[in-house]
């Protein structure tokens, strides 16, 4: 079993020829689960202009998540800042934060969530994609309205009972260097790019500030699991998965395929690279080879919390797989906040 906490990642992945309401009623389903499983947070992504994905206001989602949960923290994984003003995002975060009784996380990301540039661009008003510099200012920015009186001295009202706790996101050294400056918990993306987490570690961790947000630094790591109760059974399921990646990074878009249909699907040679290399942001199997799949990451980049992406669509599988993700964990329902909060 491994020692740290361990909290799940939802994009409300939509499968072809089913509602995208589906994809969210499906969330709400696998929330409650985790809290009955003792999951440390529940977090949504941000996407846009994707068949694939129904989580696309994450602000709405977090509220309903977290007013169909009691316990569990609920959060974003994350708000994409240069889609919506930072005093935007810090009202509803701060206000979901006082109704849920402080159990929101803010997770921040620099990017757009859309592959599409015209919707980038839509998203950014027609402004152009924001440098490192405009993006850390941003965040500062939406930092300052959750300072105690400062928001008042903006002439902005906020609930202040329960501030949400920030997160900043990200797969590089860009992103872990800003965590590190701000003094923030860091949310490394393996499942997305498996060879950089290294690097992006070692960045947070060696030039990290103390803070009033934390006093040492406090990384989480994110890793896709497909679990079942069988090791073949854990392959079909992860096929489905399999063929949405590799489709979107051909520049193809699509629903998440069938558990049939993606078992017929040919990969061509650069789809199977594609699949190859993702894989190692990942671990699959039955329960026996989740937990040695965790353990073996845990042991790799030391997190201080683990967040787990189970793309399965079918929500009686989606609840075994993250059921064999708890019986790895001891800590799961520790302290939930590094923060203090």
């Known amino acids: 079993?491994?020692?740290?906490?361990?909290?799940?990642?939802?994009?409300?992945?939509?499968?072809?020829?089913?509602?995208?309401?589906?994809?969210?009623?499906?969330?709400?389903?696998?929330?409650?689960?985790?809290?009955?499983?003792?999951?440390?947070?529940?977090?949504?992504?941000e996407h846009h202009g994707s068949p694939a994905f129904a989580a696309v206001a994450p602000a709405a989602l977090v509220a309903w998540l977290a007013a169909g949960t009691e316990s569990i923290r609920i959060g974003s994984g994350g708000v994409m800042l240069p889609n919506h003003h930072p005093l935007i995002v810090?009202?509803?975060?701060?206000?979901i934060a006082a109704l849920s009784g402080g159990r929101a996380d803010l997770g921040l990301g620099k990017g757009t969530g859309a592959a599409n540039p015209a919707i980038a661009e839509t998203l950014r008003r027609g402004g152009p994609a924001p440098s490192d510099q405009a993006y850390a200012d941003e965040v500062r920015q939406l930092?300052?309205?959750?300072?105690?009186?400062?928001?008042?001295?903006?002439?902005?009202?906020?609930?202040?009972?329960?501030?949400p706790q920030a997160w900043l996101l990200g797969s590089g050294p860009s992103s872990a260097a800003l965590a590190a400056e701000l003094g923030l918990p860091?949310?490394?993306?393996?499942?997305?790019?498996?060879?950089?987490?290294?690097?992006?570690?070692?960045?947070?961790?060696?030039?990290?500030?103390?803070?009033?947000?934390?006093?040492?630094?406090?990384a989480m790591v994110s890793v896709t699991v497909?679990?079942?109760?069988?090791?073949?059974?854990?392959?079909?399921?992860?096929?489905?998965y399999e063929v949405l990646m590799a489709q979107a990074r051909a520049g193809q878009k699509s629903a998440l395929f069938t558990v049939e249909q993606a078992a017929e699907y040919p990969f061509t040679?650069?789809?199977?690279?594609?699949v190859a290399r993702l894989s190692q942001g990942g671990v699959q199997g039955d329960a026996a080879q989740v937990e040695r799949g965790l353990a073996e990451l845990?042991?790799?980049?030391?997190?201080?919390?683990?967040?787990?992406?189970?793309?399965?669509?079918?929500?009686?599988?989606?609840?075994?797989?993250?059921?064999a993700v708890a019986g790895s964990t001891l800590a799961a329902s520790a302290d939930p906040d590094p923060q203090g909060h």
């Open 143 to 163: 930092l300052g309205y959750f300072t105690p009186g400062a928001s008042a001295e903006a002439g902005v009202t906020l609930p202040e009972s329960y501030p």
């Open 269 to 274: 040679p650069a789809e199977r690279e594609t």
């Open 90 to 95: 810090a009202e509803q975060f701060a206000s």
């Open 186 to 218: 860091l949310a490394v993306a393996n499942h997305i790019r498996p060879g950089a987490t290294e690097s992006a570690l070692d960045v947070y961790r060696s030039q990290f500030k103390p803070s009033r947000w934390l006093d040492q630094p406090h």
């Open 298 to 323: 845990t042991s790799r980049f030391h997190p201080d919390e683990l967040i787990v992406n189970v793309p399965i669509y079918a929500i009686d599988d989606r609840l075994t797989a993250l059921a």
């Open 1 to 45: 079993m491994i020692d740290v906490p361990v909290s799940v990642l939802d994009t409300a992945l939509v499968r072809v020829e089913r509602p995208a309401s589906e994809a969210l009623s499906h969330a709400l389903t696998a929330a409650r689960g985790a809290e009955r499983l003792g999951f440390r947070r529940y977090w949504v992504a």
């Open 226 to 240: 497909i679990g079942a109760a069988t090791g073949a059974r854990a392959e079909e399921l992860a096929r489905p």
